[in-house]
């Protein structure tokens, strides 16, 4: 079971960083999933923490910049994604994301992201690919 946020900022703010990238109004393309991969693969949590961090942490606080028109398209400093983590995050029962329909609509990367995950740290995908 995962700590409270506060309780492991330190192995969080690393996560929440990469994973705040999906929330751009940009496409993060193959590199961009492949790097929020690697800091994900790096983590000690386990692929449904990742998915638990993701969806009950990052996604509160920046899904509403996936609305907008005029939403944010170059990324967040460190300080800022922790300071609103922090004040989003909400320890509560939600449905699980592959259920929730806007989850699945917007995140479909995460999918991606986390098979890259599984396969960084299957050691596979770095014998394939030298980049990872």
């Known amino acids: ?7 492991d900022i330190e ?6 960083v990469a994973c705040s990238d999906l929330y751009l109004d940009n496409d993060p393309g193959e590199t961009g999933l492949r ?3 690697r800091a994900c693969a790096s983590s000690p949590y386990s692929g449904p923490d990742l998915d638990r961090i993701m969806f ?8 509403a910049n996936l609305h907008p028109v005029a939403g944010n398209w170059s990324g967040w400093d460190e ?6 983590v922090l004040d989003t995050y909400r320890s509560r029962w939600r449905l699980p994301w592959r259920l929730h329909p ?7 990367d995460w999918l991606i992201v986390r098979n890259l ?5 299957a ?3 770095e014998a394939k690919d030298g980049s990872i």
């Open 35 to 37: 790097s929020i991969a």
């Open 56 to 63: 009950n942490e990052v996604w509160p606080a920046f899904s």
């Open 1 to 7: 079971m995962l700590s409270h946020p506060r309780d």
């Open 11 to 16: 192995n969080r703010v690393p996560v929440w």
């Open 123 to 125: 050691g596979r995908l």
């Open 79 to 84: 300080s800022f994604v922790k300071e609103r």
């Open 102 to 108: 806007l989850k699945r609509h917007y995140c479909g």
């Open 117 to 121: 995950i599984d396969e960084i740290r």
